[in-house]
């Protein structure tokens, strides 16, 4: 052979082996006529990945249906024991992915209709030729192959998002968990700085925590609220040990350097971007309801709440814990004191929430927070890391 004649046929060839691995759909042809139903068999037959399956009503067309998993149907839209319409929409029911060819002699604008919005994928009006019905199938097999790996891309897509969703959560867990580990290492060392107060931040971001979720804290702002506790006292890391572990009183003069420490101490932590929103917690957290605290006198509502659920926690703790110039009195105790002080030192509305808990629940709170705060200083080679 020439050739040129070897080059015009190569192409063919491979021509024809794609058509051949292309997948083909699994059709099942429904129609009352038998010369009908043979004639649309026939015709797509080398279209099918299988032998084409008949039915010869809609009831029979749907026991087809139970056993075999077909890509496309062509029905007849008016049969002896049912119609079109009513296949479609039980085929529906069962399957998104299924292709529908609806043929008719007649079709009123209310079948196109209904086959539109049973979504069926076409609607054929006898006679109707080979190539129309072919090219029917083709289309509606091209459109369903995209719907399907449409379906499953997306279906990709979603497995991979969730599964990097998932890895980055654990991720930022395992970042939060590192900062509250190098937190809580440094508060201990503070505490430890002052020995008759040692666990005391701890304490207090127990105390706080309890009563904040009986008032209905906002829970958006709760980690605020618990690193304010917690840090609360990081200023006194600004005053010197002659004044912070001075065994009596201090002296006005001294008194005034003390009361810098929520100043300086909303320093630290505004230049520490994600403590930024508990520095107002921090600065606050020795002013009294009505006015007469430190270091801005703010009163009522104008103290943040965060400060004033902080309010009780500290006097808990201070009232219950040994101090350089006094010794610590039972917890007993405590109540008469928030309710001598309510409205003055006070939030009188959080007064009344602190005190329907039992004693008894604030004694487990210190004893579980004083055991964390062992954990924590038991393993400094942690914090070096």
Avoid at 87 to 107: N, Q, T
Avoid at 149 to 173: M, S
Avoid at 265 to 281: K, Q
Avoid at 369 to 375: G, N
Wanted: charged share 25%; glycine share 4%.
């Amino acid at each position: 052979m020439l050739p040129g004649k070897r080059h015009k046929r190569a192409p063919d060839r491979k021509v024809n082996a794609s058509v051949m691995s292309k997948p083909l759909p699994k059709i099942l042809v429904v129609d009352d006529e038998p010369s009908v139903r043979e004639f649309l068999t026939r015709a797509v037959s080398h279209m099918s990945r299988d032998a084409v399956g008949e039915a010869c009503s809609a009831n029979q067309a749907c026991e087809r249906m139970k056993n075999q998993d077909y890509d496309l149907i062509i029905s007849d839209l008016s049969m002896a024991d049912g119609n079109g319409m009513d296949l479609l929409a039980r085929a529906r029911e069962d399957r998104w992915d299924i292709g529908f060819i609806l043929i008719s002699g007649y079709a009123s604008t209310d079948h196109v209709i209904g086959a539109l919005r049973l979504q069926a994928s076409d609607f054929l009006i006898k006679p109707f030729s080979l190539a129309e019905i072919r090219d029917s199938v083709s289309r509606t097999y091209r459109h369903l192959q995209a719907q399907r790996e449409a379906r499953a891309y997306h279906g990709r897509l979603e497995t991979t998002v969730q599964r990097r969703t998932r890895d980055l959560e654990n991720a930022l867990r395992e970042v939060e968990s590192n900062y509250d580990a190098t937190l809580e290492a440094l508060v201990a060392a503070l505490d430890a700085r002052e020995h008759e107060t040692f666990s005391h931040s701890f304490r207090v971001r127990a105390y706080a925590s309890y009563l904040a979720r009986e008032i209905g804290y906002p829970p958006a702002h709760f980690p605020h609220l618990q690193h304010g506790a917690l840090l609360h006292d990081i200023g006194k890391i600004a005053i010197r040990d002659s004044i912070l572990l001075k065994p009596g009183r201090l002296t006005p003069e001294e008194w005034l350097e003390m009361k810098t420490h929520p100043i300086v101490g909303e320093t630290i932590l505004n230049h520490v971007a994600f403590l930024a929103p508990a520095a107002i917690i921090v600065r606050h957290h020795h002013e009294n309801f009505d006015g007469t605290g430190y270091p801005d006198g703010l009163a009522g509502e104008a103290i943040p709440l965060g400060s004033r659920v902080f309010a009780f926690a500290d006097t808990m703790d201070a009232m219950t814990s040994d101090r350089p110039y006094r010794k610590a009195v039972a917890f007993e105790a405590i109540r008469q004191e928030i309710l001598r002080c309510s409205g003055t030192q006070f939030d009188p509305h959080i007064a009344d929430a602190f005190l329907a808990i039992p004693i008894e629940r604030w004694k487990e709170l210190r004893a579980e927070a004083e055991v964390r705060d062992s954990a924590t200083t038991r393993l400094p080679e942690l914090v070096l890391v």
